[in-house]
């Protein structure tokens, strides 16, 4: 197996042995969607169920910034992100996931956010950045709880948040009052 091949096939959503390709869920779940109108066939059912369950925990926000687009009613620039990764070992549970934007999504895939034990993000010292726009969509999240999940449904769990902050996470969290 090529690299190529192996790195499409990290970090995938999975369920009963079904996989569908993590990024960006949402699309693919939208293309789904699309497609059982289209053929009657819809391609990525086994991984709706748990999408679903992770989406409307966090009812289709961003658990960092609230960012919530859509085109019409589908969801648009929102993922499912893993926090324990899946490709080392992280479960496809609601436990193991955050809704995020595609740049929060990546920034903490990165290493640049992540969440303490107080259920607070963390901004990493070492992202420089001094735009406007960096400031209010990265550093200015230091220390803000996060937005979700709603009433009922269960939060990250702090073993695989614990996990993020030793094995993915850079260096030291910013205070929260460094905006
Ligand atoms: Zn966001």
Redesign the pocket.
């Given at each position: 197996m090529d690299w190529l091949e192996r790195a499409a096939k990290l970090r995938q959503w999975t369920r009963s042995g079904t996989r569908a390709p993590h990024k960006p869920l949402l699309l693919l779940y939208a293309l789904g969607r699309f497609q059982a109108d289209a053929d009657g066939g819809l391609r990525y059912t086994a991984v709706e169920k748990d999408l679903q369950r992770l989406l409307t925990a966090y009812e289709y926000r961003?658990?960092?910034?609230?960012?919530d687009g859509r085109i019409g009613a589908v969801p648009v620039g929102l993922e499912a992100a893993h926090v324990r990764w899946w490709a080392l070992g992280g479960p496809d549970e609601v436990e193991n996931g955050l809704c995020?934007?595609?740049?929060?999504?990546k920034l903490f895939d990165k290493g640049v956010l992540g969440v303490d034990d107080g259920q607070r993000i963390l901004v990493s010292q070492r992202f420089v950045g001094h735009s406007p726009a960096a400031r209010e969509?990265v550093t200015a999240l230091a220390g803000r709880p996060l937005i979700g999940p709603q009433p009922g449904a269960r939060p990250v769990a702090a073993a695989h948040l614990d996990w993020h902050a030793r094995q993915v996470f850079h260096g030291e969290p910013r205070p929260a009052t460094a905006v």
């Open positions: 961003c658990t960092f910034c609230g960012y995020l934007c595609s740049l929060h999504h969509h």
